[in-house]
């Protein structure tokens, strides 16, 4: 980064802590909702939306009470889309993009139209890949994403059209590429950055999203059932979580400024990559990695809290004294996603050779709310939330860690879609918060000619 810094006169580097610094004392004096929560840790109201529901809590006498936690899609509990480890293992991404985008479940004959229209749209522009994935390929995947959603502009005509017609065809066809966006994006990073090798498989008409990202990643293109059903359940999982949360929300703001559809969605990539954000699961995973050289015995609950209280008493891992994977904004008693996840995991784990690090995830999940109430003092219920086992998921999977968060806007490209159709439909209004100055309109500085100042 030193080649790039700027040679500068004046002081901009030396003081920008300062020149930014807001008086904390004013977010309170002006009842300032910080983050756009209130002070109890809910959301501010911003919107209503008929996509899904992300249940926590109740509130009760004015009082927010936990309560187990529920995730609804379209009003159907996530936990009954994606069925039980005993059901048929068919596919379910497919018909959770379509119940997000049209509103209701499909028949099998919709379906399967539904089916048929994203595997028609995988194709890239002719050069596409060349000029815009191989060239000048970034480090991180999700900036990669970003660049060819924002390229993708030029190649569609109609790029500035609202019809409803561009917007849905707009969204098919991003729900269908990104995926073979992410594979490629992912192996240009290999070869530019660590001499890996450059593997472009072609797509296999037919397949679905989970067999299709498996296939081009994988160099022998093979996989059991057991693996592409349980990554089709990380894309379920993943594909919408409310209109609040942080991408889900740019891409509310950006829509209400009437911007077009591959502006919008670039800029909800770019705020999945934050590491408040999609690229949380990077620190739990990171985490992880600690606890499994620091605890020398994973049976021994004794060493797992040792290793947990000097986490807490910020002695261990990155000394922020966080427990990573633990605690949710919203969900308190229990994370559906979480919990959905553990149950096919433990599954995917049984027998492996992942089984022992699956049993000290589920350790830390169980000790760390004693650890923190009686560490931190801590009184809220905790919960594991679903990056506790999505990053141990993907290492079953052979999925490499840079994928992680990518995969993460795969599967929620379903779910901008739908918050964008929403606002274009029913929003129809700027969101402009207001933000208070410091000072008052009516003391404005006086203003000096350069040569007195």
């Given at each position: 980064?030193?080649?790039?810094?700027?040679?500068?006169?004046?002081?901009?580097?030396?003081?920008?802590?300062?020149?930014?610094?807001?008086?904390?004392?004013?977010?309170?004096?002006?009842?300032?909702?910080?983050?756009?929560?209130?002070?109890?840790?809910?959301?501010?109201?911003?919107?209503?939306?008929?996509?899904?529901?992300?249940?926590?809590?109740?509130?009760?006498?004015?009082?927010?009470?936990?309560?187990?936690?529920?995730?609804?899609?379209?009003?159907?509990?996530?936990?009954?889309?994606?069925?039980?480890?005993?059901?048929?293992?068919?596919?379910?991404?497919?018909?959770?993009?379509?119940?997000?985008?049209?509103?209701?479940?499909?028949?099998?004959?919709?379906?399967?139209?539904?089916?048929?229209?994203?595997?028609?749209?995988?194709?890239?522009?002719?050069?596409?890949?060349?000029?815009?994935?191989?060239?000048?390929?970034?480090?991180?995947?999700?900036?990669?994403?970003?660049?060819?959603?924002?390229?993708?502009?030029?190649?569609?005509?109609?790029?500035?059209?609202?019809?409803?017609?561009?917007?849905?065809?707009t969204a098919i066809s991003l729900i269908s590429r990104l995926p073979r966006i992410m594979v490629f994006s992912y192996y240009a990073k290999e070869s530019r950055f660590n001499n890996g090798s450059m593997i472009m498989h072609p797509f296999i008409p037919g397949q679905s999203t989970a067999e299709t990202i498996l296939s081009m990643l994988r160099p022998d293109r093979q996989f059991t059932p057991e693996e592409a059903r349980m990554l089709d359940i990380m894309l379920c999982i993943h594909a919408e979580h409310g209109g609040g949360n942080n991408s889900t929300f740019t891409t509310r703001v950006l829509t209400s400024a009437d911007t077009d559809p591959y502006s919008t969605y670039a800029a909800a990539i770019g705020s999945l990559k934050g590491s408040r954000h999609g690229g949380a699961n990077h620190k739990i995973r990171a985490m992880h990695a600690e606890a499994k050289r620091e605890i020398a015995d994973w049976d021994n609950d004794d060493e797992i809290v040792d290793y947990l209280t000097r986490v807490v008493n910020k002695e261990a891992f990155d000394r922020t004294g966080l427990i990573y994977g633990m605690g949710h904004a919203v969900y308190t008693k229990s994370d559906p996603r979480a919990v959905t996840l553990k149950r096919f995991a433990r599954e995917l784990a049984e027998g492996s050779e992942f089984e022992r690090e699956f049993r000290l995830l589920e350790s830390i999940e169980r000790l760390s709310p004693a650890v923190l109430r009686d560490v931190k003092g801590t009184k809220k219920d905790m919960c594991a939330n679903v990056d506790m086992y999505s990053g141990l998921v993907y290492a079953m999977l052979g999925i490499p860690e840079d994928m992680f968060t990518p995969l993460f806007a795969c599967a929620r490209m379903a779910g901008w879609a739908a918050h964008r159709f929403e606002e274009i439909v029913s929003g129809r209004r700027i969101m402009r918060p207001a933000y208070k100055a410091t000072f008052r309109s009516r003391e404005a500085a006086e203003y000096r000619p350069i040569d007195e100042r």
């Open positions: 980064m030193s080649d790039q810094t700027i040679d500068c006169t004046f002081e901009l580097y030396d003081s920008f802590t300062t020149v930014n610094t807001v008086d904390p004392s004013y977010y309170e004096r002006f009842d300032v909702k910080r983050g756009l929560r209130n002070a109890d840790g809910t959301g501010v109201l911003a919107g209503v939306t008929n996509i899904s529901n992300v249940h926590g809590y109740v509130i009760s006498d004015d009082v927010k009470v936990a309560d187990e936690g529920s995730l609804l899609y379209r009003g159907y509990e996530l936990s009954d889309l994606i069925g039980s480890t005993d059901d048929d293992r068919r596919f379910r991404y497919e018909e959770i993009a379509y119940l997000l985008l049209l509103g209701h479940l499909p028949t099998q004959d919709q379906l399967d139209s539904f089916i048929a229209v994203i595997d028609s749209q995988r194709d890239l522009p002719d050069g596409f890949t060349t000029s815009m994935i191989l060239r000048d390929t970034p480090d991180n995947i999700m900036n990669t994403l970003q660049r060819t959603i924002v390229s993708l502009y030029a190649h569609d005509p109609e790029a500035e059209s609202r019809e409803f017609e561009h917007e849905i065809s």
